[in-house]
């Protein structure tokens, strides 16, 4: 489906965006594969796109910082010569209690979730036009619509990239360039699953979730595919969550 396609994936050794660069590099993609630290990582997950037979650079930059984003995205067009895709996947949460949340928190969560993605995206999309075209592919998470205590900078941080997905999908429709984003319940990615391996937050997610299924990072690779492909040129601004049933869930009630 993305045969000779160049996709350039950010946050690309965190746990989802190891298993998506190896996912899009096996539908046949070249990777521009951006890490802020960790370069020993990027370097191993380099080698595995390799030995699928695509293409790789690798591209350092913290995507806060608007003139290290640019870096990062002209690195890629540099190097391959167009970006057909971005996904913009990287990201941060801090969990706190409200009234511990400083406004350095709040401004490093916004920073680190919806200013990267405006940042990547604003880069991108010169490139893409001159190109006749592109796709955006933004990480959302379900928590942009369920109010979460300890989590409040990050759900507004989300709600801010669901909103940017839909916005820029508006700007841009005129150029061939679609954005869309993907809502993620919780993930079991290694990090989570020393969390989830407290055997009370796996019931409270298990109770919670219609299939009595985790999601995997693997299970986000199918809708990325999807959306990085000509499969989905006719949809822009959609938000597709991906948390097997976790945020449908209403009121359930004991027979009386
Ligand atoms: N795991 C979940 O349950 C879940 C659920 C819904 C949505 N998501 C979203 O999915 C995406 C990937 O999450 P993950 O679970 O794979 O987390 P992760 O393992 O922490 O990976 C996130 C990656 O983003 C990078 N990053 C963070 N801030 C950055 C910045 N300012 N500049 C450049 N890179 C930055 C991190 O770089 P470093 O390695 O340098 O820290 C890391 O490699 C995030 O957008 C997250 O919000 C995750």
């Known amino acids: 489906l993305l045969d000779g396609r160049v996709v350039l994936l950010t946050g690309a050794v965190g746990g989802i965006g ?21 370069p020993g990582d990027a370097e191993e ?46 990201g941060a949460a ?4 409200f009234l511990e949340v400083t406004p350095d928190l709040w401004r490093q969560t916004f920073a680190a979730n919806v200013e990267s993605a405006f940042h990547c995206t604003s880069a991108v999309a010169p490139h893409m036009i001159r190109a006749g075209g592109g796709k955006v592919v933004n990480v959302g998470s379900i928590v942009a619509d ?10 507004c941080a989300k709600a801010a990239v669901h ?69 989905s040129d006719h949809l822009t601004g959609q938000i597709f969550v991906v948390d097997h049933g976790y945020s449908l869930q209403g009121l359930e009630w004991e027979p009386e």
């Open 18 to 38: 190891r298993r998506l660069a190896i996912g899009l590099a096996e539908a046949g993609a070249h990777c521009a594969l951006h890490y802020r630290s960790r």
């Open 45 to 90: 997950l380099a080698e595995r796109v390799r030995a699928l037979g695509r293409e790789v650079v690798l591209l350092q930059g913290d995507l806060a910082d608007s003139a290290q984003a640019r870096a990062v995205v002209d690195g890629a067009v540099a190097h391959f010569g167009r970006c057909d895709v971005l996904v913009n996947n990287a």
């Open 94 to 97: 801090w969990r706190k209690p």
């Open 146 to 155: 369920l109010a979460t205590a300890t989590l409040v900078p990050y759900c």
């Open 163 to 231: 909103m940017f997905t839909k916005a820029a999908a508006v700007a841009l429709a005129p150029y061939k360039i679609t954005v869309n984003a993907i809502a993620p319940g919780v993930v079991l990615t290694e990090r989570m699953q020393l969390r989830m391996w407290n055997p009370r937050n796996r019931e409270r997610v298990l109770a919670r979730t219609p299939t009595g299924t985790l999601v995997r990072p693997e299970d986000l690779v199918g809708v990325v595919i999807f959306l990085a492909s000509a499969l």
